[in-house]
């Protein structure tokens, strides 16, 4: 690994863990230029896998992206950084079980929504309405509705519709 402030290619590991998920291997490795400390994740390399997207075009599948839309989905809520990254890892770990090596996005998408479902309903709402194209509000109430029909609805998350009667 080349060091991030002298770029030497000499270091040493300082300890070896596996990581919460199970999936990497966290290292610390020290500099043996320079003494500055960093942190590498070795993970298993997973083979290339296209997204097919609605119009029939393909991309290649990023971690990154996939992040960013939870991401988005989540601005402003106090979502952690490490419960969207889990989310993604579980996303990518069930897409790749599959061992397809390509994905079309109405496959992608519910798994999307159905991990924020369970992190954040107001995240579910505004990404199922971008994913599924509302084009009305009578779409966002029977979602509404159905997530709080849904009996993994998150009771501590207020209501969205309060009267004020």
Known sequence: MRCLKCNSLEDKVIDSRISKDGFAIRRRRECLNCGHRFTTYEQVERRDVLVVKRDG????????KLLGGLIKACEKRRVPLDVLENAVDEIINDLTADNLREVPTRIIGPKVMAQLKL??????????SVYREFQDVGEFSEVIESLENSPDFNLLQPDLFESKA
Request: a positive charge.
């Open 57 to 64: 075009t393909r991309e290649p599948f990023k971690r990154e």
């Open 119 to 128: 992190i954040d309903p107001v995240a579910f709402v505004r990404y199922a």
